[in-house]
């Protein structure tokens, strides 16, 4: 190996390493989000369960009210 291969093969090996790096940086990111994302379809669901029960007391509280002072015309 002649001394100017031996140096370009040490300059790949540094560009390698640091794509490495940015690689490991990259994959941190990337769990964070996938975290923060399942975070949120979490919280959906749990606002949707709510919003169903809300709907459906309202739509009971109705049902009697209607039954029994005749709300609408």
């Given at each position: 190996?002649?001394p100017?291969e031996?140096?370009r093969l040490?300059?790949v090996?540094?560009?390698?390493?640091?794509?490495?790096?940015?690689?490991?940086?990259?994959?941190a990111s990337?769990?964070?989000?996938?975290?923060?994302?399942?975070m949120g379809?979490?919280a959906?669901?749990?606002f949707?369960k709510?919003?169903?029960v809300v709907a459906?007391?309202i739509g009971?509280?109705?049902?009697v009210?209607?039954k029994?002072?005749?709300?609408?015309p």
């Amino acid at each position: 190996m002649t001394p100017d291969e031996r140096d370009r093969l040490v300059k790949v090996e540094q560009i390698v390493a640091g794509q490495k790096e940015d690689l490991d940086e990259i994959k941190a990111s990337l769990k964070r989000l996938e975290e923060l994302a399942n975070m949120g379809k979490g919280a959906l669901a749990l606002f949707l369960k709510a919003g169903v029960v809300v709907a459906g007391l309202i739509g009971a509280a109705w049902a009697v009210a209607d039954k029994f002072w005749k709300v609408h015309p």
